[in-house]
């Protein structure tokens, strides 16, 4: 059998030693100097036993700092579809929290923030409005054991805040009985359906930042346009969630509860 390039020798031995617990999560490797002399390396191996390494999701490269052993992560399970009458579709609020308490897990989420701007196409597109109408973004940042999770952000036509029937929209704190009954109660507007649309990207620089992700991560974006009874868009709900630490559920029909 053919000797192994040296640089997947190096990339294995680190790796025995992850799996081993010598080199445990957030712990750095040695630096790149210490691993040529260790290795009997040029450079370039060295770092190509690095990008190995980073490929399979066991070390990541912080600017500045160095290369470190990644967090194990249990990833969480979102079941998307919901009930989209009861205001709390799957990866939302209070049905997240439920969700992830069921887990025997710890759910917190940041103050909510609030801002007036004028619609992005994406989103324009999916409200039906101009993309110089403005809208009411609602957004909050989301954890599971202190690890960040999840970024969440609701968009809602303008005129709803401006009729004056729905003025806590732009209120900077949770609406206790959620956004979907808050607008069923003040404007009549009752939530019928949902329609996901979910896609995968390169994260941006606040979410390599916030999630602890590389560059070269993945993240899944989800858009969640919701309906009213007459068939109207009536918000957009985009949830940003690193794929290292996320997966989801979609059930048709009635199947059995595993």
Do not use: C
Request: proline share 7%; glycine share 6%; net charge negative.
């Amino acid at each position: 059998m053919a000797q192994q390039p040296m640089y997947q020798q190096i990339a294995d031995d680190l790796r025995s030693q992850i799996d081993s617990g010598d080199l445990v999560p957030d712990q750095q490797l040695p630096t790149e100097l210490e691993l040529r002399k260790t290795y009997d390396a040029s450079r370039n191996t060295v770092r190509d036993a690095i990008k190995r390494l980073t490929s399979l999701g066991l070390v990541e490269t912080r600017p500045g700092q160095g290369t470190f052993v990644t967090r194990k992560i249990d990833p969480f399970v979102t079941v998307l579809t919901q009930d989209a009458a009861t205001g709390y579709g799957g990866g939302e609020g209070a049905t997240y929290r439920s969700q992830v308490e069921e887990d025997r897990r710890t759910p917190f989420a940041s103050q909510i923030k609030v801002e007036a701007k004028s619609a992005p196409p994406e989103i324009a597109t999916r409200l039906g409005i101009g993309e110089d109408d403005q809208v009411v973004l609602r957004h909050q940042e989301r954890y599971i054991d202190k690890v960040p999770w999840s970024m969440q952000t609701s968009f809602f036509p303008m005129e709803f805040v401006t009729s004056r029937q729905a003025p806590d929209l732009l209120i900077a704190k949770d609406i206790e009985e959620g956004t979907v009954r808050y607008l069923e109660k003040a404007m009549g507007i009752k939530q019928t359906s949902y329609r996901d649309w979910i896609t995968a990207r390169a994260p941006d620089e606040n979410e390599q930042n916030f999630f602890g992700i590389p560059h070269d991560g993945s993240v899944f974006e989800i858009f969640r346009t919701a309906y009213d009874q007459t068939g109207t868009p009536m918000r957009v709900t985009v949830t940003v969630f690193p794929a290292d630490r996320n997966q989801f559920i979609v059930n048709v029909g009635q199947p059995p509860d595993l």
